[in-house]
T-cell receptor, first 112, second 117 residues
Framework: NAGVTQTPKFRVLKTGQSMTLLCAQD?????MYWYRQDPGMGLRLIHY???????AKGEVPDGYNVSRLKKQNFLLGLESAAPSQTSVYFC???????????FGPGTRLTVT | AQKITQTQPGMFVQEKEAVTLDCTYD???????LFWYKQPSSGEMIFLIY??????QNATEGRYSLNFQKARKSANLVISASQLGDSAMYFC??????????????FGTGTSLTVIP
């Protein structure tokens, strides 16, 4: 099993450009999450999904959109990138809310 | 107010000694969960241990144990017999229920642990 994979691993964007980060899991998990990690701030939840076709806002959702059209995939979109979105983005999945989250390797995004 | 507070930015421990990493949390929910994750320098996040708010016994997983003091709202991680491979960032996290369909997860700012040979 690959677990949780993220595509791409690195990306550099110019301000105003758009992009989509792809997260895929092969563990049949119901829950999926997108976090960002900034220096000195720990991880912050952007959006999450409790199942196919459902999404919900996390702590810092502004500037991001998500979709979960298939159970195994969770997409994170940036419509108009800003330098403040420079961060490392982690995707995670879990069976249920009380179970441990399995994390992907992260995507390092730089917006210039 | 911070949901998760980790007051130790950096800690040092001698190999084979035990170390306690502090975590306090803030919630008004009765049902919540507490997690600890490890992040080595390679960057991946590794689950270590989980404690539910209704669990009466402290959680243990091998060399890891969670010292859960509900009244004090603390969930300290104890690592026994430290190994060089334990050198990493450690994050405390909390799941807080928002509605019947979802939750919020909050992470602390982390504690950097260095194990000295």
């Amino acid at each position: 099993n690959a677990g949780v994979t993220q595509t791409p691993k690195f990306r550099v964007l110019k301000t105003g450009q758009s992009m989509t980060l792809l997260c895929a899991q092969d563990m049949n998990h119901e829950y999926m999450y997108w976090y960002r990690q900034d220096p000195g701030m720990g991880l912050r939840l952007i959006h999450y999904s409790v199942g196919e076709g459902t999404t919900a806002k996390g702590e810092v959702p502004d500037g991001y959109n998500v979709s979960r059209l298939k159970k195994q995939n969770f997409l994170l979109g940036l419509e108009s990138a800003a330098p403040s979105q420079t961060s490392v983005y982690f995707c995670a999945s879990s069976w249920l809310r009380s179970y441990e989250q399995y994390f992907g390797p992260g995507t390092r995004l730089t917006v210039t | 107010a911070q949901k998760i507070t980790q007051t130790q930015p950096g800690m040092f421990v001698q190999e084979k000694e035990a170390v306690t990493l502090d975590c306090t949390y803030d919630t008004s929910d009765q049902s919540y969960g507490l997690f600890w994750y490890k992040q080595p320098s390679s960057g991946e996040m590794i689950f270590l241990i989980y404690q539910g708010s209704y669990d009466e016994q402290n959680a243990t997983e091998g060399r890891y144990s969670l010292n859960f003091q509900k009244a004090r709202k603390s969930a300290n991680l104890v690592i026994s017999a430290s190994q060089l491979g334990d050198s990493a960032m450690y994050f405390c996290a909390m799941r807080e229920a928002v509605s019947n369909t979802g939750n919020q997860f909050y992470f602390g700012t982390g504690t950097s642990l260095t194990v000295i040979p």
